[in-house]
């Protein structure tokens, strides 16, 4: 069985390269929808609460909401940072409060300081599952991940394998000690 839980992003980005109206830098509002398979927990009756799912995964999805999404060769990319240096505000500012812990992968790396993600890939719908589920696929037993942006859409399945703890009071990953970090429970 699958616990679905959807997000909304709004994000800027532009198709360095591309011929057509997306060369242009421009803002979307993207919802993501992540879909989380295993058995159903029988003491919460539920496969995995999501608001826990929520927590786990805006974790790492608030770097990319109202931020900008370049691609590592674009050549607004150093025009930015340069002007974000100017002002001040590339190693962020006071009021930068709606941001993620920094990451790396192979496929992006996010700047929370400074609002920008840059991805190897042009950022499509296809390429955000692509980072989403890098990002998350050793946190939640994805089975699907859905993003839609606009009027273009995405999807793609994938097989859960991870074996994750969960309490019996309320559903959550117990910590590696087998103590849930919600309730105390102890396995």
């Not at 069985?1 to 709004?10: A, G, N, P």
């Not at 609460?49 to 805006?58: F, L, R, V």
Request: glycine share 8%; net charge negative.
């Amino acid at each position: 069985m699958r616990s679905i839980t959807t997000f909304d992003l709004q994000y800027a980005h532009r198709f360095y390269g591309f011929k057509g109206e997306a060369q242009y830098l421009h803002g979307h509002t993207g919802v993501v929808t992540i879909e989380v398979e295993d058995t159903v927990e029988p003491g919460v009756n539920m496969v995995f609460p999501c608001n826990e799912i929520q927590k786990t995964a805006w974790n790492v999805l608030k770097n990319f909401d109202h931020a900008l999404i370049l691609r590592e060769d674009d050549p607004l990319l150093p025009a930015i940072l340069k002007v974000y240096d100017e002002q001040g505000i590339r190693n962020g500012a006071p009021n930068n409060v709606m941001k993620g812990e920094a990451f790396k992968t192979e496929l992006a790396t996010a700047y929370p300081d400074c609002r920008l993600v840059v991805t190897k890939e042009t950022m499509t719908v296809e390429g955000m599952i692509k980072i989403i589920y890098d990002l998350l696929k050793d946190k939640l037993n994805i089975a699907k991940i859905t993003f839609t942006s606009g009027v273009n859409a995405g999807s793609q399945e994938y097989t859960p394998s991870l074996k994750i703890d969960r309490c019996p009071l309320c559903g959550i990953a117990l910590n590696e000690n087998g103590v849930c970090p919600k309730c105390g429970y102890k396995k």
